[in-house]
């Protein structure tokens, strides 16, 4: 092994365990909320959606999962100058989410206290909720799915890597794409839907998706050979 790629493995262990890293707070975060919520603040009902859990005991723990997920992506890099910018945004947006709360109407058994909060604070929630899963959809779409390899050239990993990131684009799309549907139209059409919580479940599969994507990227799953035999 040559003095140059001696350094420059740490610096790519380094950037996959930072993708491993942020994927696996997207995937746990709506486990822990739920569990946390159960063991620790006696609520035996999932909420309307991840962001109620703001109003539980959980609040520390979404917000201080949100500020992780905020530092990792500002720390984050990539390879080129597109990264780093969308790396920025997902650090702004999901501090967005964190520091901007929605409100609860009533307060029930899950809830500390009944905290309604403006109007224009949970528009300014959802819509920093909707840019940070753009940036994520940008990421395994268009940014992961990228090598500078001619693509007949791709290493076999490679091509399932991409196939990953694509179908965890499009299903942050699709649960994008159905949350709005719900709050536009279905939620005033079918009003016993929201006893499915669908919106919480919706954001989970999301969330899911995004961090299955990420610690694709950290090549936790499907690495590459000759990076392997590298660290080895």
């Known amino acids: 092994?040559?003095?140059?790629?001696?350094?420059?493995?740490?610096?790519?262990?380094?950037?996959?365990?930072?993708?491993?890293?942020?994927?696996?707070?997207?995937?746990?975060?709506?486990?822990?909320?739920?569990?946390?919520?159960?063991?620790?603040?006696?609520?035996e009902i999932v909420q309307s959606s991840i962001s109620d859990y703001y109003h539980t005991k959980m609040r520390n723990i979404l917000v201080g999962v949100l500020c992780a997920v905020a530092f990792f992506m500002f720390t984050y890099k990539g390879y080129d100058i597109r990264d780093s910018i969308a790396g920025n945004l997902a650090c702004v947006f999901s501090l967005g989410v964190a520091f901007?709360?929605?409100?609860?109407?009533?307060?029930?058994?899950?809830?500390?206290?009944?905290?309604?909060?403006?109007?224009?604070?949970?528009?300014?929630?959802?819509?920093?909720?909707g840019l940070f899963f753009g940036v994520l959809i940008y990421f395994s779409l268009f940014l992961f799915t990228e090598s500078k390899t001619p693509k007949a050239e791709l290493e076999p990993h490679k091509r399932k890597r991409n196939i990953i990131f694509k179908t965890c684009g499009y299903v942050m799309i699709a649960c994008v794409a159905f949350i709005a549907l719900y709050f536009f139209y279905l939620q005033e059409k079918f009003p016993e839907l929201q006893y499915l919580n669908p919106v919480f479940w919706l954001e989970s599969i999301a969330l899911w998706a995004f961090g299955i994507s990420w610690i694709t990227k950290g090549e936790l799953i499907f690495s590459d050979k000759h990076k392997k035999e590298e660290q080895q």
Not at 107 to 127: D, G, M, N, R
């Open 100 to 129: 901007f709360p929605t409100g609860v109407d009533t307060l029930s058994e899950c809830a500390e206290q009944c905290i309604v909060y403006e109007p224009w604070i949970k528009a300014v929630h959802f819509t920093f909720a």
């Open 1 to 43: 092994m040559s003095q140059e790629q001696g350094h420059e493995n740490p610096q790519l262990i380094s950037y996959n365990l930072l993708r491993q890293l942020i994927g696996l707070l997207g995937i746990i975060l709506p486990v822990l909320l739920i569990v946390g919520a159960f063991y620790y603040g006696n609520c």
